[in-house]
C-alpha cells in the first residue's frame, strides 16, 4: 500500500507540475519524440484495441521493439522483466529439449507433469486457449507484442484464468512487402535461423509466412564414461497467415503454426540427504554441498552444469499444431467476431529421478518416469462489441471441448537391464471437457473523470475420466464425470484526474474447475478435485508524465483463495512416484507491484519492477510427514525486481550502437506446498549484457550477449524422495552463455 501510495502521490504531483517540467526538459522535435519517448502499446486485454495506459487491468505487455532489444525467445525470459511472474519446467527454464512450461503469476500456479490438467494462468496465442502451456516454448518468434495480464480474468477469458493469463499475438502480413532474416550462433553449438516475409498478395488479400530453427549440441557428459548427448535439442517452428477482405465490411483471417521439437533430458542434480551411518538426516548446507548419501550409500559428488551421473540421456519430444479462422464483420451498429479453432499437442517425457548405487560404468542407475501425452481441442467463440456516446459494450459466447489421454511408466534405467531398462509397470487414462460460456461486459461514462465497468460470465463444464489404469493394474469399471457451473466477473471503478493519469478499484472473481489425475498411481488418488475460485480486490494506478518521458504503473491486491489444487507428489517406500491430484486447501495473498519506466535524455532508457508477495496456505494436509498450514505458496518469493539501463552511443558513420544490462532478483522461495527445508531455493539474482548494432539505413542489425552474467547457480525445481533412496533431484539453470545475432529487415 506504501509503494502504490507514494506512487499516486508522485504521478498526481507530477501531473500538476508537467507544464513547468516539460519547459525544463531538452526540447525534442516531432521525429525524436516518436522515437524515445515512451510511445503508445495497444493492447486487447478487453477484447477490443486501447492504450495500455488506458485498460484498468495490471498489464505487462512487450512490444516487437522490446522483445527483440531483449533477445527475448522463450516465455522464461519475459518473466525475468515482468514483476511476480516466473516460469519454470522439467527441464530447468525450457532448454535442453524441454515438454513443459510452468506458469506462476502472482504466487498462484499448478504443477501437472502429464498436461492432464490445465493451470491458473492461461496461455493464448492469437486469441486461441493454449491446451498444453509447453506451447510457450516454441512460438515467442515473429510477434508483435506479448501481454501479461494478472490477476482473475473471469469475464472475458473465463475459465482457467484465476491467476492472469499470457497472450502471444503475431505479426500481421502488413500493407507492404516486408520481413526480416536472423542468424545466431552461441554457447553449447547453439545454432538459430530465423525468418518472415509478409504484404498483399493481390487487391483484398495478404500473407505472412514465418519460420524459426534453432538447434544445441550437448549440455553434459558424463566426466567418468565421457558418455555425451544430454541437454541437445532441435526445434523447427512454422506459422502461416492468410488474410482476405470477404466484402468492404468483412474480412476474414486464417493462421496455422506447427512446431516439431527432438531433444534429450539434461541429468539432474542429485543430492543424497544423510549422514555416513545411512539414518541422521544432513543440514540443508551440507546436502547441496554434496557431502552426504543416499540410502544405498551413493555420494554423488559436487557436480559442475556441464556433469552428468547418469549412464546415458533420456528423450524428451514434442509436436504441437494449431490452426484457426477468424471472421470480422462490422454491422454498423456492433463488430461481429467470430473465431474457431483446433489444437493438438502430444509428448513425450522422460526424465531420471533418483539414483540408485554406481555402476561397473561409471554411471548410476535411477528412476525414470515416461509420460506420453496426446491432446486435442476444438474452440469456439462468437462476440459482438459495440459502443455508443456513453459506453462500450461487449457481449459473447464460448463453447470449448478437449480430450486428453496419458499413458504414464516407471522403469529403472541401466545397462544392467534388457533393453536397458526394468519396467515397474504402466498405466494409461483419459479425460474429456466440455464446456459453454455466455459472457458480457459494459464500460460506462458516469462523469467526464469517472467511468464504471461491469461484467459477468456463467460457465457450465463437465469433465470426465473415460478410462484409467494404474500401473498396478487396477482399472475404473465405467466411466466417471464431475460437473461445474459457475458465475465469474468482476466490477471496476476508474477515476481519471487527467488525460495521462488512470486510477481504478476492482472486485473480480475466477474459476478453475476440477478434474482427475489419470495418471495417478492408485484409484484412490484419481479424484475429483473440486474448482478453485479466487475473489480479488485490487486497487490500481497507471501514469504517463513529463511529456510522455515517465511512466508509472502499479497495483496493491488481496486475493482469497478457496479450493487450491496441487499435484502433491512425493515416493513410496519402493521408490514409485506418488502423486495425488487434491485440494490442499485455502490460500491467502496479499501484496503489490510498481513498473517505472524512464527516457530521462534521447540516449537513456531505464526500467524498474518491483513485486511483493505475502502469501500463506490454510490446510489440514500432511504431506511427507510437514504440515502444510501457514507455508507460504510455492514459487512465490517474498519480493522479486527486474531492471534495465540502455544507452545509446553517439552515432557514428556505421551506424548506431545501444549498450543494454538487463538483470532480475529474487528473495528465498520454497518449491513445493510442504516448504521442506530440502526443497527450499535461496535468494538470487541474474544480469544480461548486450551490445547491440543498427545500420545507419535501418536495414542490417546484429547483437553480442552474455547471459547470466555472473554465473550464478539456482534451482528451478527441487524434488525430495524420501523411502528407498533418501535423496533430492534437481533441475539448475543454464550457467554464463554467449551468443551473436546478425539479421536483415526489410
Avoid at 507484442?145 to 482457467?160: I, Y
Wanted: net charge negative.
Amino acid at each position: 500500500m506504501i509503494m502504490l501510495g507514494t506512487a499516486s502521490a508522485i504521478a498526481i504531483s507530477a501531473a500538476n507540475a508537467q507544464d513547468t517540467a516539460e519547459e525544463v526538459l531538452a526540447p525534442i522535435d516531432e521525429t525524436t519524440d516518436r522515437v524515445n519517448r515512451l510511445g503508445t502499446i495497444v493492447i486487447t486485454a478487453q477484447k477490443r484495441e486501447e492504450n495500455l495506459q488506458d485498460v484498468p487491468i495490471a498489464v505487462t505487455a512487450f512490444s516487437a521493439d522490446s522483445i527483440e532489444k531483449l533477445g527475448f525467445d522463450q516465455i522464461n525470459q519475459v518473466a525475468w522483466q515482468t514483476p511476480n511472474f516466473t516460469v519454470t519446467g522439467l527441464q530447468g527454464e525450457g532448454g535442453g529439449g524441454s515438454t513443459n512450461a510452468w506458469l506462476s503469476l502472482r504466487g498462484i500456479s499448478f504443477v501437472d507433469f502429464s498436461n492432464v490438467n490445465d493451470g491458473p494462468v492461461a496461455l493464448y496465442i492469437d486469441e486461441v486457449f493454449q491446451p498444453a502451456q509447453g506451447a510457450a516454448l516454441s512460438q515467442l518468434f515473429d510477434v508483435e507484442r506479448v501481454e501479461v495480464l494478472k490477476g482473475p480474468q473471469g469475464t472475458l477469458f473465463g475459465r482457467n484464468t484465476t491467476a492472469g493469463l499470457v497472450h502471444f499475438i503475431s505479426r500481421d502480413p502488413g500493407d507492404t512487402l516486408n520481413g526480416y532474416v536472423s542468424a545466431e550462433v552461441g554457447e553449447f553449438d547453439k545454432r538459430v535461423l530465423e525468418g518472415a516475409i509478409g504484404g498483399p498478395v493481390t487487391d483484398g488479400l495478404k500473407m505472412r509466412l514465418s519460420a524459426r530453427y534453432s538447434e544445441n549440441g550437448e549440455l553434459q557428459t558424463n566426466p567418468i564414461t565421457g558418455q555425451g548427448g544430454f541437454g541437445e535439442s532441435e526445434v523447427i517452428a512454422l506459422r502461416g497467415t492468410l488474410m482476405a477482405d470477404l466484402t468492404p465490411d468483412a474480412d476474414l483471417t486464417i493462421r496455422a503454426n506447427h512446431t516439431q521439437s527432438r531433444g534429450t533430458t539434461t541429468s539432474p542434480v542429485f543430492f543424497g540427504i544423510l549422514e555416513q551411518d545411512g539414518v541422521t538426516n544432513c543440514a540443508v548446507g551440507n546436502v547441496e554441498a554434496g557431502n552426504c548419501y543416499t540410502r544405498l550409500g551413493l555420494q554423488i559428488p559436487t557436480q559442475d552444469f556441464e556433469d552428468a551421473y547418469a549412464e546415458f540421456p533420456l528423450p524428451m519430444n514434442y509436436n504441437k499444431s494449431g490452426v484457426s479462422a477468424r471472421v470480422r464483420w462490422d454491422f454498423g451498429w456492433a463488430d461481429f467476431t467470430s473465431i474457431t479453432s483446433y489444437e493438438q499437442y502430444d509428448t513425450v517425457t522422460r526424465y531420471a529421478t533418483t539414483p540408485g548405487a554406481y555402476l561397473s560404468t561409471g554411471g548410476a542407475s535411477y528412476l525414470a518416469p515416461f509420460f506420453t501425452a496426446d491432446t486435442e481441442a476444438l474452440s469456439q467463440e462468437f462476440r459482438l462489441n459495440g459502443a455508443n456516446e456513453n459506453a462500450k459494450w461487449v457481449v459473447g459466447a464460448y463453447a470449448y471441448k478437449d480430450e486428453r489421454k496419458i499413458e504414464n511408466t516407471t522403469a529403472f534405467v541401466s545397462s544392467n537391464f534388457p533393453g536397458n531398462e526394468l519396467s515397474l509397470g504402466s498405466g494409461n487414462g483419459q479425460v474429456d471437457t466440455n464446456a459453454w460460456a455466455v459472457f458480457a461486459q459494459v464500460d460506462n461514462e458516469l462523469t467526464e473523470k469517472l467511468s464504471l465497468v461491469v461484467g459477468g460470465r456463467y460457465t457450465d463444464e463437465e469433465r470426465t475420466l473415460e478410462e484409467m489404469m494404474t500401473r498396478g493394474g487396477d482399472s475404473i469399471a465405467a466411466p466417471e464425470s464431475t460437473s461445474f457451473s459457475n458465475f465469474s466477473g468482476d466490477i471496476t471503478l476508474n477515476y481519471k484526474p487527467s488525460d495521462n493519469i488512470l486510477t481504478y478499484a476492482k472486485l473480480s472473481r475466477g474459476f478453475k474447475s476440477g478434474g482427475f489425475a489419470a495418471n495417478a498411481t492408485s484409484l484412490a488418488a484419481r479424484g475429483p478435485a473440486t474448482a478453485e475460485n479466487l475473489t480479488a480486490w485490487e486497487a490500481g494506478l497507471k501514469s504517463d508524465l513529463f511529456g510522455d518521458r515517465l511512466r508509472i504503473n502499479g497495483a496493491v491486491f488481496l486475493y482469497d483463495f478457496e479450493g487450491l489444487q496441487a499435484n502433491a507428489g512425493t515416493s513410496d517406500q519402493q521408490g514409485n512416484i506418488v502423486v495425488d491430484f487434491l485440494n490442499a486447501g485455502d490460500a491467502t495473498v496479499t501484496g503489490a507491484e510498481l513498473e517505472i519506466t524512464a527516457v530521462p535524455t534521447d540516449s537513456l532508457y531505464l526500467s524498474l519492477g518491483v513485486g511483493l508477495l505475502d502469501s500463506e496456505i490454510k490446510s489440514d494436509l500432511i504431506f511427507d510427514g510437514s504440515v502444510v498450514n501457514g507455508n507460504s505458496l510455492p514459487g512465490a518469493p517474498e519480493l522479486n525486481a527486474n531492471a534495465l539501463i540502455r544507452y545509446t552511443l553517439p552515432r557514428t558513420s556505421v551506424g548506431e550502437f545501444d549498450l543494454q544490462l538487463d538483470g532480475r532478483y529474487q528473495t528465498e522461495t520454497s518449491l513445493n506446498i510442504d516448504a521442506n527445508p530440502y526443497e527450499i531455493q535461496g535468494a538470487y539474482g541474474i544480469a544480461n549484457l548486450r551490445l547491440m548494432w543498427t545500420s545507419s539505413d535501418g536495414g542490417l542489425n546484429g547483437q553480442v550477449f552474455l547471459e547470466n552474467l555472473t554465473d550464478e547457480t539456482y534451482y528451478t525445481n527441487k524434488f525430495y524422495s524420501p523411502g528407498l533412496f533418501d535423496v533430492v533431484f534437481a533441475q539448475r539453470n543454464l550457467p554464463r552463455t554467449w551468443g551473436v545475432r546478425l539479421g536483415y529487415k526489410f
